[in-house]
């Protein structure tokens, strides 16, 4: 297959190209024109933008165990929509991801539903509960990429300490979801003028930055790589720049949702506004943009959750914490931040693809001869209003609805085949 | 009144207020002369649905509505139970289905009765959500005042206690704000939530601050489970320095009303002698409850159809 005349988004720059595909992968990537092929089928791809394809390293399948929320067909088919080639699952399923039964479990799965390629997470400890560390090498030997306690702080903290240790021998990391639960104390919302206003209980961005920096203090008194989920404090961001000026190994992630939101829209008490850790202020807001810019923060993630309407339509308190996020994220990151001056293309194909790719290893996040033929075409120029009733995911739950945003996706190839089109 | 449900007093108008305390005015004057057998609501069906445990506000609402001649029924689920059972959208529904016109709800959730009056047909009226409001506290407390003090315009209200969790003192400075009284808070940091200032109160840092000059000093309950969680050492060292006194009156205005939303832990939020005093109109406050609550129901349902 020749994808002809397309915006080609490489390393250094986007040209204008066609790449031909030959075997799942990328053959040859010429000057727009020059790919030979006629025998072979032509994607004109004149108007359009070509992505390597994007990947997630944070998203909730919620299989096994939480079918009615969403399966890994439909978490797949989201994905792809999405213009996710590649996304990892995080391991609080039931049964948790502890173990390599159920990493394989998924892995035939992935090959069942044969749409984008699935990597588990596995747990840090058994069942999540803190106790005991999870069978961490055999979980990488059935295809497990990264650890992670997920949604859950490991609260001791040589345990956590043994954690990043035994996980750097099998040269996995481990994937921090920072937050102190004292601290926090059932908060549901970011602390501050909104969560006064609604009367809703607030979690004040030390919960969050105390957690950050102990994995940053783990990482540089032990030596080894730790990798920062869902960043969405200022303070947390200053923490990580000034760990890597240090020459800590960390890497670290943020979602849409917190460089395009602030907790006003909390306001109303809409639940789909309920996520973990919370939308902040403002300045946090800008404080993650100027992360994503300067390279303190490496990559951005959804932390696809997604959920039953049961779920969220319920008092505040009570209803799940957070947002399905695979079908926005490109064009929420490309309006925000693209749009918006802070990132190149490029920037954002790094973020979105080549940085989780370097992070957990995995092959792909760049156009180049020789690659996996993952790729995302794009309509940049196509403005569209969100509307979770089109999600391919069961989770119809988001803050974004009747938003309206640039670059839809168009094509989704996987393995140099079409897995979405629209 | 052209609103289906009174929520808060942050979505009310200064106008819409008015016209609450006025007409709560006379339903006191009625109550006071023993006339408890009013036709506003003949015919229209009360039901109060308590997710939180009350006496005074639903025994309030309760007796609002059968002075009105309402037709009442009690609804309390234990908020254990909250999440295991029916959720409140259906049991709105529920409700609705039965012809229910009002529902009197108390949540422990913020938002709550917000929720409900989205999903039912029926006017809600909001009895107390979690940390948010209780506008009919707040319009008792406000036509107290406007009863003892004449107009509530230019008066200073200082109000002193366990700010953070008390959806009271928020109704209060709203309906206080919008009536153009000042309004004067202190309390521990530990139960001074961030904000206020931004919505209009000043925020104190002593207690003879905050009620310099006051026309009306308002203490708020201290749950002793506040202590439990660590916000303050004991009773004790709150009273001595946090609570109100005779000590503490004295910068407020001579003969400055003393208010409390009750129940009072005697000595605690307030001495003994001040709940006691001249001065205290405590009581008078759940009288002016009765009234207001009759004025939200007439108000809420008079342009309904029959």
Not at chain 1, 183 to 188: C, F, I, K, R, T
């Amino acid at each position: 297959m020749i994808l002809r005349a397309a915006n080609v988004v490489l390393k250094d720059g986007v040209k204008k190209c066609d790449i031909r595909i030959a075997d799942g992968r990328i053959a040859e990537i010429s000057p727009a024109g020059k790919g030979k092929g006629s025998a072979e089928s032509v994607l004109e791809c004149q108007n359009l933008t070509v992505f390597p394809g994007l990947i997630d390293m944070h998203v909730h399948l919620r299989e096994p165990g939480f079918e009615k929320k969403e399966t890994i067909e439909t978490g797949a088919m989201s994905a792809v929509k999405g213009g996710f080639t590649q996304v990892c699952c995080m391991p609080n399923t039931k049964p948790v991801i502890d173990n390599k039964i159920v990493v394989s479990y998924i892995k035939a799965r992935e090959k069942e539903v044969n749409l984008c390629k699935i990597h588990p997470i596995g747990a840090i400890t058994e069942g999540q509960k803190g106790e005991n560390l999870a069978a961490i090498g055999g979980m990488k030997a059935a295809g497990a990429v990264a650890i992670s306690e997920d949604g859950k702080t490991v609260v001791n903290t040589k345990l956590m300490a043994n954690a990043m240790l035994y996980a750097a021998d099998f040269g996995l990391k481990c994937l921090c979801h920072c937050e102190d639960a004292s601290l926090v104390d059932g908060g549901v919302v970011h602390e501050g003028y909104y969560s006064t206003l609604t009367g809703l209980k607030g979690s004040v961005r030390a919960a969050e930055d105390i957690v950050i920096a102990r994995e940053l203090c783990l990482a540089e008194s032990l030596g080894v790589p730790v990798h920062i989920c869902h960043v969405s404090t200022y303070s947390g961001v200053q923490l990580i720049r000034e760990a890597k000026a240090r020459g800590v190994q960390v890497t670290a992630e943020t979602c849409p949702h917190y460089f395009t939101l602030t907790d006003e829209i909390i306001k109303d008490f809409d639940t789909n506004t309920k996520v973990n850790p919370p939308i902040r202020e403002e300045r946090d807001r800008l404080a993650i943009i100027e992360g994503l810019k300067d390279g303190t923060l490496d990559c951005i993630v959804t932390d696809h959750a997604p959920h039953h309407a049961d779920d969220k339509n319920v008092e505040y308190n009570f209803a799940a914490f957070g947002i399905s996020g695979l079908e926005t994220s490109f064009a929420l990151s490309y309006t925000q931040l693209v749009k918006g001056g802070a990132l190149t293309l490029e920037a954002l194909a790094q973020k979105m693809s080549a940085a989780p790719a370097q992070i957990l290893n995995l092959e792909g996040g760049e156009i180049k001869v020789g690659a996996p033929a993952d790729l995302a075409i794009v309509d940049l120029n196509e403005e569209w209003v969100i509307d979770p009733n089109e999600f391919a995911s069961k989770g119809k739950n988001t803050p974004f609805a009747g938003r309206k945003v640039y670059g839809k996706v168009k094509y989704t190839l996987v393995n140099g085949e079409i897995k979405y089109q629209n | 009144m052209r609103q289906k449900d009174i929520l808060g007093l942050y979505g009310l108008e200064a106008g819409e207020i008015e016209e609450i305390l006025s007409l709560g005015l006379t339903m006191k004057g009625l109550l006071k002369e023993g006339k408890k057998t009013l036709p506003d609501l003949a015919g229209k069906s009360v039901t109060t649905l308590f997710y939180e445990n009350s006496t005074r506000t639903r025994c309030s609402f309760e007796l609002a509505a059968k002075y009105l001649g309402a037709h009442v029924v009690n609804l309390s689920v234990a908020t254990s139970s909250v999440q295991k059972g029916e959720t409140l959208i259906d049991t709105g529904k529920t409700l609705d289905a039965m012809r229910c016109d009002v529902i009197v709800i108390r949540h422990p959730v913020g938002g709550a009765p917000k929720l409900l009056a989205d999903t039912v047909r029926a006017h809600v009226i909001n009895a107390g959500d979690g940390m948010n409001e209780h506008p009919s506290q707040a319009l008792l407390d406000m036509l107290t005042m406007k009863e003892h003090l004449g107009t509530i315009k230019g008066r200073k209200v200082a109000i002193l206690g366990d700010i953070r969790h008390s959806r009271v003192a928020k109704s209060n400075l709203y309906g206080l704000k919008k009536l153009g009284a000042e309004v004067t808070m202190y309390a521990p940091k530990t139960l001074m939530p961030v904000g206020l200032d931004q919505m209009g109160a000043k925020i104190c840092s002593s207690r003879e601050e905050a009620v310099e000059g006051a026309d009306v000093v308002m203490g708020l309950r201290i749950q002793l489970e506040r202590q439990k969680a660590g916000n303050f050492p004991s009773l004790g060292e709150y009273a001595k320095y946090y609570g109100v006194n005779e000590e503490v009156m004295k910068y407020a205005k001579p003969g400055a009303l003393v208010m409390h939303p009750g129940p009072v832990n005697r000595g605690v939020e307030l001495t003994s002698s001040l709940i006691d005093g001249d001065s205290s109109k405590i009581e008078d406050q759940v009288l002016s409850g009765v009234a207001v609550r009759m004025a939200m129901l007439k108000l809420l349902t008079e342009g309904d159809c029959q």
